[in-house]
């Protein structure tokens, strides 16, 4: 994504005044981390739309914590379905402005895959009569007034695109949802994949979170989307995946070896060695709240 042809460079700084960005741009090789700095991209690119498919597009913004929030929406003949918002009413708009220079088509579906705050506290200036599909359990995080999604898996045409959103089990938030588009092949995977981020376990489940992303690794899918971190090229996208379960494996691995040890909580925040993901994004913020949140589950406190 870093172009380094002049040429190259200027076209890309036409493009940006309409901050669209093609995945198409050759790249050289991409250092793979969710820290904007360490991956030679300057804050001022952001917010950024990045074209996916002629159709599909995925939503870069920083939020407060200076890490990436990312959405997706999808172009159909009836409408724009919109996946994940960002964290405040000014930041939101700005996602809504940027849909509205790809399509002037009206954004008539909202998909909760992250009850979270940095995704959804600036719904409020979603039009009116958009139509939410959430999780039973992130409607009433959400406190919306609109049913909930019923079972696990939902279809929805939006004029040519067919959506589906599914719930593949309990992960970042306890009624996580991801957004499938068969025909592209494109997972759209929200907070249950934190691109090079540190496992962030606040409200997870975390074993189960392990066997979401068996799930999500199974499908019929080129191309993951995270929901923090970067959106990489689609090979990428994989390994990046296949690196974030392992990063989780080892986090559990690790607190239940010192849980068996015997340590108190404290003491396991001050021992752990979490190897190459002590690195990752934010670590030194989340990983005290995974040690916390898997010795619950080991405890059997996590329902
Ligand atoms: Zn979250």
């Given at each position: 994504?870093?172009?380094?042809?002049?040429?190259?460079?200027?076209?890309?700084?036409?493009?940006?005044?309409?901050?669209?960005?093609?995945?198409?741009?050759?790249?050289?090789?991409?250092?793979?981390?969710?820290?904007?700095?360490?991956?030679?991209?300057?804050?001022?690119?952001?917010?950024?739309?990045?074209k996916i498919t002629d159709?599909?597009?995925?939503?870069e913004d920083f939020h407060?914590?200076?890490?990436?929030?990312?959405?997706?929406?999808?172009?159909?003949?009836?409408?724009?379905?919109?996946?994940?918002?960002?964290?405040?009413?000014?930041?939101?708009?700005?996602?809504?402005?940027?849909?509205?220079?790809?399509?002037?088509?009206?954004?008539?579906?909202?998909?909760?895959?992250?009850?979270?705050?940095?995704?959804?506290?600036?719904?409020?200036?979603?039009?009116?009569?958009?139509?939410?599909?959430?999780?039973?359990?992130?409607?009433?995080?959400?406190?919306?007034?609109?049913?909930?999604?019923?079972?696990?898996?939902?279809?929805?045409?939006?004029?040519?695109?067919?959506?589906?959103?599914?719930?593949?089990?309990?992960?970042?938030?306890?009624?996580?949802l991801v957004v499938y588009?068969?025909?592209?092949?494109?997972?759209?995977?929200?907070?249950?994949?934190?691109?090079?981020?540190?496992?962030?376990?606040?409200?997870?489940?975390?074993?189960?979170?392990?066997?979401?992303?068996?799930?999500?690794?199974?499908?019929?899918?080129?191309?993951?989307?995270?929901?923090?971190?970067?959106?990489?090229?689609?090979?990428?996208?994989?390994?990046?995946?296949?690196?974030?379960?392992?990063?989780?494996?080892?986090?559990?691995?690790?607190?239940?070896?010192?849980?068996?040890?015997?340590?108190?909580?404290?003491?396991?925040?001050?021992?752990?060695?979490?190897?190459?993901?002590?690195?990752?994004?934010?670590?030194?913020?989340?990983?005290?709240?995974?040690?916390?949140?898997?010795?619950?589950?080991?405890?059997?406190?996590?329902?």
């Open positions: 994504m870093q172009p380094t042809h002049p040429h190259l460079r200027s076209v890309l700084s036409v493009l940006s005044a309409a901050f669209v960005l093609a995945l198409s741009v050759p790249s050289v090789a991409q250092v793979r981390t969710a820290d904007p700095e360490k991956r030679g991209l300057s804050r001022s690119l952001f917010p950024r739309t990045i159709t599909v597009y995925g939503y407060s914590a200076g890490m990436t929030t990312v959405s997706l929406f999808v172009v159909g003949n009836d409408g724009v379905l919109l996946a994940d918002g960002q964290g405040s009413p000014a930041a939101t708009q700005k996602l809504l402005d940027a849909i509205a220079k790809v399509t002037p088509k009206p954004v008539k579906w909202y998909v909760g895959g992250s009850d979270h705050g940095v995704h959804a506290a600036g719904n409020a200036v979603l039009p009116k009569d958009i139509t939410y599909v959430v999780s039973p359990f992130s409607k009433q995080q959400m406190k919306l007034d609109a049913p909930a999604m019923s079972g696990d898996r939902q279809i929805i045409n939006i004029g040519g695109t067919e959506v589906q959103v599914l719930n593949l089990g309990r992960a970042h938030t306890g009624g996580d588009l068969p025909k592209e092949k494109i997972l759209f995977m929200s907070e249950v994949y934190l691109n090079r981020v540190f496992p962030a376990m606040r409200s997870a489940y975390p074993s189960e979170w392990v066997a979401v992303l068996n799930w999500a690794l199974q499908m019929d899918v080129t191309h993951y989307i995270p929901g923090h971190g970067f959106i990489e090229e689609p090979k990428t996208s994989r390994e990046e995946l296949v690196e974030y379960q392992r990063a989780m494996r080892a986090v559990i691995a690790e607190v239940t070896r010192l849980h068996k040890a015997g340590l108190s909580a404290d003491d396991a925040i001050k021992q752990a060695n979490w190897g190459p993901y002590a690195d990752w994004y934010i670590a030194a913020q989340q990983a005290p709240i995974a040690v916390r949140k898997i010795y619950d589950e080991l405890e059997g406190k996590l329902k």
